[in-house]
């Protein structure tokens, strides 16, 4: 990047996120419920990388004050992760006293550390007795979350000042019910906007109970409430087509503009309704939804990065299970790919998305809730005492994102901080340990193990001084 600017405000923080379900492990203390990764990794351990399951995290739920002090030392003042559902509440959607003692010690410790915790309530891990009633789809099930919500705020609301309702509420309509990729496996693009709608109306709930608790002191009155989502800024092909530019707008509307909207103005955006109507795909909406999404603006907002969508019109209307399409990948011969993962490196991408947010949604404040790399031969260069050097790439990839971000404050971005992926090394879902995001190391072999990987003086010093210079 050209003339960039190497220092970050001083009030921007710093920090790492991660989720309960990839880290706590202990999948069975405290009368933890089973929940849909417990689930899948039961019914078939082969789908996961290396026959690693949801079972075991990344131990943190062991380890989380010898953690907390590796933040620390790391020069990061915050954390994120979640509160998993199925800890917390029992099979009656009662607290489990046991889990809730889990989450006091553990955010105690994290504020003996002097690291912040940020308080998110759900990661893609419903409780299975609840997906097995219809999960999203379900009424019962959506008032069974702002039960869960309510219940959390109640009992950390004098603990926790940043709280979010979800993490990249996209991800299961598209991974479970659209795409085929997670259990169980559907292929169904209208039932996947049903449960999009359902989380929307979840946590729009939850707003309206945080609202509620903290107008009666319940919450404590500095706390704020948000939403975390993975935004993709959209791109087509340079000299597109109206049809080229039809798929850029749906695709912004399903994935970004439903929830800025929802977000800031407590709606949905219209135009992306009246599309998916005519082509057949309506909502299970009901009398007094309006007034429940209504409830849903926030006070901030979290934005994970990890790549564009680029698209274009698509060349078919209708896909093979007979679902409307709206628009198909497009190859853009200038992309920088990150093998492993499969995903575009387009560090830019940060400062789109940030010039559209002050463009079209000047009065929120958001930071970056996540954004990093996952390399699966992380592994493969050691330096002479044995850390893992991966300074070649970690090092550029959070460095170019970090001055595109700058930039973005300096035209005036609401950007108030960064928090890196994983920073200690998690477990992702079906890819497990495959790629490994991490300044430390996980070493699986050796009882999970810490060790820094050669990138984290280089993050100390980001973190220390908030300067991006080459040092
Ligand atoms: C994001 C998820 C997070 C993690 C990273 C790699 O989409 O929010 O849980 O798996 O990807």
Redesign the pocket.
């Known amino acids: 990047m050209s003339s960039a600017n190497l220092t970050l405000p001083n009030d921007f923080f710093f920090g790492a996120a991660m ?1 309960g379900p ?1 880290t706590e492990g202990m999948y069975k203390a405290h009368g933890k419920l089973e929940n849909l990764w417990d689930t899948w990794s039961d019914l078939d351990i082969r789908a996961f990388y290396n026959r690693v399951g949801s079972y075991a995290g990344n131990d943190m739920g062991a380890r989380y004050a010898e953690d907390f002090a590796l933040l620390r030392d790391l020069g990061l003042s915050s954390f994120r992760t979640s509160i998993q559902w199925s800890r917390l509440l029992d099979v009656d959607g009662k607290l489990n006293v046991e889990g809730a003692a889990f989450y006091h010690d553990y955010f105690a410790a994290a504020r003996e550390a002097g690291i912040e915790v940020f308080v998110n309530l759900y ?2 891990d419903m409780p299975v007795y609840l997906f097995r009633r219809g999960g999203w789809e379900n009424r019962e099930v959506v008032e069974a979350y702002a039960n869960y919500a309510r219940t959390a705020f109640a009992e950390f609301g004098q603990e926790i000042e940043h709280w979010f309702t979800f ?2 509420p996209i ?1 299961e309509p598209e991974q479970r019910y659209e795409h085929g990729n997670w259990y169980p496996f559907l292929h169904d693009f209208a039932q996947a906007r049903r449960v999009q709608y359902g989380i929307s109306l979840a946590h729009s709930l939850a707003v309206g109970a945080f609202r509620e608790l903290q107008a009666k002191g319940v919450v404590r009155a500095d706390a704020q409430i948000g939403l975390i989502n ?1 935004f993709t800024p959209p791109y087509t092909r340079e000299d597109p087509t109206p049809a080229d530019l039809e798929a850029v707008r749906m695709t912004d509307g399903l994935g970004n503009r439903w929830w800025l909207d929802l977000v800031t103005k407590g709606r949905l955006p219209q135009d992306v309704l009246d599309t998916m109507a005519e082509r057949g795909v309506t909502l299970p909406v009901r009398a007094g939804d309006e007034a429940i999404l209504a409830q849903g603006k926030v006070d901030w907002l979290g934005f ?1 990065y ?1 790549q564009p969508a680029r698209v274009q019109a698509p060349s078919h209307d209708v896909d093979e299970w007979g679902n409307p399409v709206f628009s198909e990948r497009y190859v853009w011969p200038d992309a920088v790919m990150n093998k492993s993962r499969g995903w575009e490196i387009y560090p830019k991408g940060i400062y789109d998305f940030a010039m559209t947010m002050t463009r079209d949604y000047s009065d929120l404040d958001w930071f970056v809730s ?1 954004n ?1 790399i ?1 390399i699966m031969e992380d592994k493969a260069v050691r330096t002479e005492d044995g850390r893992i050097d991966d300074t070649a790439y970690r090092i550029p990839f959070v460095r170019d994102h970090l001055q595109w971000i700058a930039k973005a404050i300096d035209e005036g971005a609401r950007c108030r901080g960064y928090h890196y ?2 920073v200690i090394d998690c477990w ?2 079906n890819n497990a340990y495959k790629n490994r ?1 991490g300044f430390i190391e996980v070493d699986l072999s050796h009882n999970y193990e810490r060790r820094l990987k050669a990138s984290a003086e280089w993050l100390r010093h980001v973190a220390t001084t908030h300067c991006l210079d080459e040092a």
């Open positions: 989720s990839q990661h893609f993490n990249e991800v993975c994970n990890y996540e990093g996952g992926w994983g992702s879902w995001y």
